[in-house]
């Protein structure tokens, strides 16, 4: 990909180019390596592998905390977004459709969980929940990862909503269906996008987070990124290796989802607005 | 006979299978204004941009004041060009947009003001210098846009469009303006338009494009009556075509199809004129004049539809009405003789004959 | 759509954002664990004074900035070069460059391991060719976390330029090259000023993730380069300090308001001129 980018580019402009195929190297690079290191049949975590094998796919796939772990974090993944949708998508229409005052306020409130560092939400939630109010341990991280995902919830769907003409609603109205049917059948199906960029973006931040759910582990119930970042910590053999190139397929598949769904740049148009 | 101020040479311009800009070979006279006129999709904006150097053709040879300049970039040629969209810089102020060209041929700070100020005075806008483009209204924002472009005392103007985006007053009350500069300041002009008044109206010399072919240029005087083929007198306006007995095909106009009695004697047409015999179909009230539909047989045998402006203050005879049946005459001078191998398809005149799907052509 | 249903709407979604972000938050400050908010105030002043924790401050901040140069130095050529590209390849390209933020962080910072540890990639390299005799100590510097942070970073600022430079009219770069301005003045005089805005927001994000990282610092920076997201952890989960993790919290989210502050200032200021 860098030799396209560099052959099209470097000729035309050859600063521009050069520090453009760099960029490229550094973003892409390391994680080619991480899967040719996957494939080892030595032991040692080293480049070039000591010959071919899946043994460390085998390993990765039988290693019990590993399992538990890709379980317990799909499992948190999927009802925290559920439940930022489902709270979220009410507050987007009431932000954007309803007569209340402090609009702006409002949604700079929904918003502000991007603003804090996970890492200092984590620490507050840990505090005060999991110690201070004796909750256990999935309770809070599902809060957590809730309150994480509803910035993404309100300004993405919030950004479908925008390029819906509320005179559509009315129109439906006007042709005699009542409020809630003409929001199912004419509102709902244009926010379809918004929701499924919303969707796929909080399931895959959920599914990824490290600092927010860092500090809110505990033996019974761990999410996949921080069990692989101790398992790191502690032994550095291709097994790992051979997780995350499991994990990178499966996160090929989510980009491809994400294409065929809404097209792929779009989800993040959203975000950063 | 002095070099003219640019020089098309078998100039073409592909994109994959299509082509745009078929080998046109086209002069540009010095200090005059000339008009590439066309359908969206004739390849007229592809020339202009092959002209200012934003795209290279596929072959061919560009000469600027007899010099080659096919491979020289944008900057290096020195012409002025003025975008469909204004393109005005918009964080910079209407001064500092005027004086931008000057700028970057390092011309020092107080000549560049003053030079800024000459080409704002001459577009009338001088006290909206210090305003940033925003501010101003869709005519004045397409003045700075002139004013910028002369600023570089360009070796050519080139005008893309540059009225399309105004309304229909102020493009006419521009039309003057730009012929105005253009003689006051002797520029060699080169505007694409796709508009037949405009042209007309403008230009010292127009060049008819269709399918990346030039297929008639000259003085407005001498194209208008002349149309060479189907296609050019349909662009013109030219809305009745007829086989004559000869086989040979000709145009008039609505407005020089007189609509008379149907007892008017044969011998009106003295002058060598076709005379014929029609029925009136329809007739719409417009204000000046009638429009009226009227189906014929032309001279050749064919059933024609045909439609005649009749004014009620200069024709003679009673008002037209659906269902007379009256006679028509087109005097000799006024038919447009059209070459035989016209290929235009039987179009209405308006529509582009040709697929417009040129992509740098999307947007003219 | 009426005050009350619009409150209605509202509700459960602010009454999650209460409950799982905004009072742990707040609590946290104020109130840790048997702490009271004087001893916080107190372990701040210290920390402030003290040339140990100074130094991970100052190291904090340094990274941050040396990795928001880097995204925004490798990231603006690439999406100037993506959105100005009439080539096929561009959406390939900038899908490739959207890509890693779909992939865990984990994943891609575990690459540099592979790349920079000790059997890694460039030490095989430099001792196979004879350049050196023993492979150089790459992993746990400041050289590591950099180029972890960049990888990490760079995806988000090659997005926010991205959308920044398409806003800018093609137009605009013709105009300047017919009026004599070279290809580089070109993107100086135009591009650079029009897309001000979009690197802006683009430093800020790069900033803000850079100094609360955590996965990154943990894995490439070991304990020797500590930063403040790896010492708060420190702080939280080993030594128990509620005080200083509290402190440490107060510290890092206040360097992160400020530079979001300037931003936005800037930003609010470059609009008006």
Redesign the interface.
């Known amino acids: 990909m860098s030799a396209v980018m560099s052959r099209t580019a470097r000729l035309r402009h050859p600063v521009a180019g050069t520090l453009a195929v760099a960029g490229y190297v550094v973003m892409i690079v390391p994680i080619l390596f991480v899967v040719a290191t996957a494939f080892t049949a030595g032991s040692t975590l080293r480049f070039p592998p000591d010959g071919l094998s899946l043994r460390w796919f085998g390993e990765a796939v039988a290693y019990t905390p590993f399992m538990e772990a890709v379980v317990s974090s799909l499992q948190l993944a999927v009802l925290a977004t559920g439940l930022a949708l489902l709270l979220g998508v009410p507050v987007t229409l009431a932000i954007h459709r309803g007569k209340i005052p402090g609009k702006g306020l409002l949604e700079g409130l929904f918003l502000s969980p991007l603003v804090v560092p996970e890492l200092v939400v984590g620490l507050a939630l840990y505090q005060q929940l999991m110690i201070g109010l004796r909750l256990d341990n999935f309770t809070t991280l599902l809060l957590g990862h809730t309150a994480l995902l509803l910035p993404y919830a309100v300004r993405v769907t919030g950004a479908s909503l925008a390029l819906a003409d509320p005179a559509l609603e009315e129109a439906a109205r006007g042709l005699g269906a009542s409020p809630l049917r003409a929001f199912v059948t004419v509102t709902l199906p244009m926010l379809r996008p918004g929701l499924i960029s919303a969707g796929l973006l909080g399931f895959v931040t959920s599914f990824n987070n490290v600092p927010l759910s860092l500090l809110l582990q505990t033996r019974d119930f761990r999410t996949l990124p921080v069990t692989m970042l101790d398992y790191v910590q502690q032994s550095y053999d291709p097994m790992v290796a051979a997780a995350s190139t499991l994990v990178l397929a499966a996160t090929v598949v989510v980009a491809i989802v994400a294409e065929r769904t809404v097209g792929f740049a779009k989800i993040f148009g959203g975000i950063n607005r | 006979m002095t070099t003219p101020a640019a020089e098309l040479v078998g100039v073409s311009q592909r994109f994959g299978s299509f082509t745009a800009v078929d080998s046109i070979d086209l002069q540009i006279p010095r200090g005059r204004l000339t008009t590439l006129l066309g359908p969206s999709g004739c390849g007229k904006t592809t020339t202009l941009r092959m002209l200012?150097?934003?795209s290279a053709p596929t072959s061919g040879r560009i000469l600027i004041d007899g010099d080659d300049a096919t491979r020289l970039?944008?900057?290096k040629?020195?012409?002025?060009?003025v975008?469909q969209?204004y393109?005005?810089?918009?964080?910079m102020t209407v001064a500092d947009n005027v004086a931008?060209?000057p700028k970057?041929?390092k011309v020092p700070a107080a000549e560049r003001r003053r030079r800024a100020g000459e080409a704002l005075e001459l577009v009338g806008l001088a006290h909206l210098a210090d305003r940033k483009p925003k501010q101003l209204s869709g005519g004045q924002q397409q003045r700075v846009a002139l004013a910028?472009?002369i600023a570089?005392r360009p070796r050519l103007l080139l005008l893309d469009e540059p009225l399309s985006n105004l309304d229909a007053r102020l493009r006419v009350q521009m039309r003057a303006e730009i012929r105005r500069i253009q003689s006051e300041t002797g520029l060699t002009v080169v505007l694409v338009t796709h508009d037949q008044d405009e042209a007309l109206e403008m230009s010292d010399e127009m060049v008819l494009m269709r399918s990346g072919k030039i297929v008639q240029s000259g003085a407005p005087r001498d194209v208008f009556p002349a149309p060479a083929d189907r296609f050019v007198a349909e662009f013109l306006g030219y809305e009745n075509f007829l086989t004559l007995a000869d086989g040979r095909q000709a145009a008039v106009r609505p407005e020089h199809l007189r609509v008379l009695p149907a007892d008017t004697s044969a011998a009106t047409s003295a002058d060598g004129g076709i005379v014929l015999d029609a029925v009136v179909l329809d007739v719409a009230y417009r204000g000046v004049d009638l429009l009226v539909t009227l189906e014929a047989t032309d001279p050749a045998g064919n059933a024609v539809r045909l439609l005649a402006d009749h004014r009620a203050d200069t024709a003679t005879g009673p008002t037209p009405s659906a269902g007379d049946r009256v006679r028509l005459l087109a005097p000799e001078a006024r038919l447009a003789h059209l070459s035989a191998d016209s290929t235009a398809a039987p179009t209405a005149p308006t529509t582009a004959p040709t697929a417009s799907t040129a992509p740098t052509e999307g947007i003219s | 759509m009426r005050a009350r249903s619009s409150l209605l709407l509202l509700l459960p979604g602010l009454a999650f954002l209460c409950v799982g972000f905004l009072l742990p938050a707040v609590a946290m400050l104020f109130a840790p664990p048997g702490v009271s908010f004087a001893q916080v105030l107190e372990r701040m002043g210290a920390m402030l004074t003290d040339p140990y924790d100074l130094g991970i401050i100052w190291r904090t901040v340094r990274i941050g900035l040396i990795v928001t140069a880097l995204c925004v130095v490798l990231g603006f050529p690439i999406a100037s070069l993506l959105a100005r590209s009439q080539s096929r390849w561009s959406g390939v390209l900038l899908a490739l460059a959207i890509f890693p933020l779909l992939l865990s962080n984990v994943v891609r910072t575990f690459g540099w391991l592979v790349v920079l540890g000790s059997n890694g990639v460039i030490g095989q390299l430099l001792t196979g060719l004879g350049i050196v005799d023993e492979a150089p100590q790459l992993l746990y510097t400041e050289l590591a976390i950099v180029l972890g942070l960049v990888q990490l970073f760079l995806p988000l600022a090659v997005i926010t330029c991205y959308s920044a430079v398409a806003q800018v009219d093609p137009g605009l770069d013709e105009a300047a090259r017919g009026l004599g301005a070279s290809r580089t003045r070109a993107f100086w005089s135009v591009l650079v000023p029009l897309s001000l805005p979009g690197i802006v927001v683009a430093a800020t994000l790069v900033f803000a993730g850079s100094v609360t990282a955590y996965t990154t610092p943990y894995l490439l920076g070991g304990s020797s380069q500590r930063m403040l997201s790896t010492q708060l952890f420190s702080y939280a989960s080993v030594t128990v300090d509620w005080a200083a993790a509290s402190a440490t919290a107060i510290v890092m989210t206040v360097l992160v308001f400020l530079v979001s502050g300037i931003s936005t200032l800037v930003g609010r200021k470059g609009a008006t001129a």
Do not use: C, K, Q
């Open positions: 200012a150097g934003y970039p944008p900057e040629r020195n012409l002025g060009m975008f969209s393109a005005l810089f918009p964080h931008y060209g970057m041929r910028r472009a570089i």
